[in-house]
């Protein structure tokens, strides 16, 4: 059964005019694009409940998909697996191995968590990839959940303004009744003379 993030990714790649290149499977689409003389493959799989990861078996596949885009014309070609699975935990400990970026063909794996719509990169695995972390992530987020922004009020702003009154409407209280530059007047509303401070 096809997933709501599934059809949404092959909708954000497809939006970009990615090329979408044919699979023999309903629940495997494969996008790609140049950038900077690399070309760029992205697969998204939508996995089973019951799928197991076959590391022999992946490696086989990523040697034909080596051979196959070894004539294109790009300096490095960068496959990227996004598998979409409702619980992550039962293919990160197998996705989750060191790959080498100095080879001209890298291969990494992404995981998409098809329950809580979350991005999950494994540890040991590429972090980042033409931006495709950000914006995968924003492209599977929930539409139904409503979003809020939070405005912080000014309070400072209004503060500032009701001191500056304040002391604008005592001084000129103070001039009305004695004058505030007369040492009496001053005297008269709190302050101290010279000779009586210690």
Do not use: C
Not at 89 to 104: A, F, G, K, T
Not at 129 to 154: A, C, F, R, V, W
Not at 157 to 171: D, H, K, R, T, W
Request: aromatic share 14%; charged share 20%; hydrophobic share 40%.
């Amino acid at each position: 059964m096809i997933s709501t993030v599934f059809q949404d990714i092959s909708y954000y790649f497809e939006s970009l005019e990615y090329q979408s290149i044919p699979t023999d499977s309903q629940t495997v689409k494969m996008y790609a694009t140049y950038q900077l003389q690399n070309l760029y493959l992205i697969n998204v799989i939508e996995l089973s409940d019951q799928y197991t990861f076959d590391y022999e078996r992946y490696m086989a596949y990523r040697e034909l998909t080596k051979r196959q885009f070894s004539d294109v014309g790009a300096e490095r070609v960068f496959l990227l697996n996004l598998l979409l699975v409702k619980n992550p935990d039962m293919i990160y400990r197998d996705v989750n191995y060191p790959i080498d970026l100095d080879d001209e063909f890298v291969d990494a794996h992404w995981i998409v968590d098809t329950t809580y719509h979350e991005l999950v990169i494994p540890r040991k695995q590429i972090k980042h990839l033409i931006g495709l972390e950000y914006t995968i992530s924003t492209t599977i987020q929930h539409d139904d959940l409503p979003s809020y922004k939070i405005h912080e009020k000014n309070k400072t702003a209004y503060l500032s303004g009701v001191l500056n009154v304040s002391i604008l409407a005592v001084f000129i209280l103070m001039e009305l009744i004695s004058g505030t530059f007369s040492r009496g007047g001053f005297v008269q509303f709190g302050g101290l003379e010279g000779g009586k401070v210690f």
